[in-house]
């Protein structure tokens, strides 16, 4: 695999025109992205070809293997469904077979018609890896995601989204943050400012209102000057813990007047 592969993150959501028929956690989705980044290349294109990856690149040094398997069973279990351009439709689990070695190595596949649906993929979205591992909001993920994906848009730098339509997008859980406080305060906000403060692009969500009921919202994105992108490359490489409290002082890109 070569050192520019390496460097690079493979976004899921982005991965395929389909639908995945379960909502991923960021930590199981976090597996599937190592996986699938280390075994890029050609053999990522052959049946069943089988490859192999520490277990310990996939979990944090004082985790037991417990809620690695967990997300294991959850990738194998968890189905994406594509529409192909003569009409089939495929479904296929996201990681086959996996077996773990006492050395700590583990053997793991992917199915053959992922493979073809990776091979057929015309939207597959690469993401830098040293940014995704950086994220302290699993919202600012899904945020990061989602303007990586529309960045290069011709003709397009704002979309207009419901409500509901921006929390599918941010990942928030059904139930959760219902009112539009929490929603601003809890995920919006810290998606925004995290994005914002270590990424290349600059994000704004602004609410769109009916007299004083915020009815949804208007999204707007840009990639940042060369000033920018150091100040968010020296705010990379500090540590996650503290973040918040150094983006307190930042310009809010979220506005609620």
Same mark, same amino acid.
């Given at each position: 695999?070569?050192?520019?592969?390496?460097?690079?993150?493979?976004?899921?959501?982005?991965?395929?025109?389909?639908r995945v028929l379960d909502r991923l956690l960021w930590p199981t989705e976090e597996t599937f992205n190592i996986l699938l980044?280390?075994?890029?290349?050609?053999?990522?294109?052959?049946?069943?070809?089988?490859?192999?990856?520490?277990?310990?690149?996939?979990?944090?040094?004082?985790?037991?293997n417990q809620r690695l398997k967990r997300s294991l069973r959850h990738l194998q279990q968890t189905l994406v469904v594509s529409? =192909?351009?003569? %009409?089939?439709? @495929? !479904?296929?689990? &996201?990681? *086959?077979?996996?077996?773990?070695?006492?050395? +700590?190595?583990?053997?793991?596949?992917?199915?053959?018609?992922?493979?073809?649906?990776?091979?057929?993929?015309?939207?597959?979205?690469?993401?830098?890896?040293?940014?995704?591992?950086?994220?302290?909001?699993?919202?600012?993920?899904?945020?990061?995601?989602?303007?990586?994906?529309?960045?290069?848009?011709?003709?397009?730098?704002?979309?207009?989204?419901?409500?509901?339509?921006?929390?599918?997008?941010?990942?928030?859980?059904?139930?959760?943050?219902?009112?539009?406080?929490?929603?601003?305060?809890?995920?919006?906000e810290p998606a925004v400012d995290e994005v914002n403060a270590i990424t290349p692009y600059q994000v704004t969500i602004l609410? =769109?209102?009916? %007299?004083?009921? @915020? !009815?949804?919202? &208007?999204? *707007?994105?840009?990639?940042?000057?060369?000033? +920018?992108?150091?100040?968010?490359?020296?705010?990379?490489?500090?540590?996650?813990?503290?973040?918040?409290?150094?983006?307190?002082?930042?310009?809010?890109?979220?506005?609620?007047?």
């Amino acid at each position: 695999m070569s050192q520019q592969i390496r460097d690079r993150w493979l976004s899921l959501k982005s991965l395929f025109q389909s639908r995945v028929l379960d909502r991923l956690l960021w930590p199981t989705e976090e597996t599937f992205n190592i996986l699938l980044d280390r075994a890029w290349g050609k053999n990522l294109l052959s049946a069943n070809h089988q490859f192999t990856i520490a277990t310990s690149e996939l979990k944090e040094p004082d985790q037991k293997n417990q809620r690695l398997k967990r997300s294991l069973r959850h990738l194998q279990q968890t189905l994406v469904v594509s529409v =192909q351009a003569n %009409g089939d439709e @495929v !479904t296929s689990q &996201l990681l *086959g077979s996996t077996r773990i070695k006492p050395n +700590g190595d583990m053997i793991y596949s992917f199915p053959p018609e992922l493979a073809d649906l990776l091979k057929d993929s015309s939207v597959f979205a690469k993401l830098d890896l040293e940014v995704m591992k950086s994220f302290s909001s699993k919202y600012a993920f899904a945020l990061y995601e989602e303007v990586s994906r529309r960045i290069n848009l011709k003709h397009k730098i704002t979309e207009t989204l419901e409500i509901d339509d921006l929390r599918e997008m941010l990942g928030v859980e059904d139930g959760k943050l219902k009112t539009y406080f929490n929603l601003r305060t809890k995920a919006i906000e810290p998606a925004v400012d995290e994005v914002n403060a270590i990424t290349p692009y600059q994000v704004t969500i602004l609410p =769109q209102k009916k %007299g004083k009921k @915020v !009815t949804g919202f &208007l999204m *707007g994105w840009s990639v940042k000057d060369v000033a +920018g992108m150091k100040e968010a490359y020296s705010e990379l490489k500090r540590p996650k813990f503290g973040r918040s409290s150094r983006l307190d002082g930042t310009t809010n890109s979220v506005i609620d007047d």
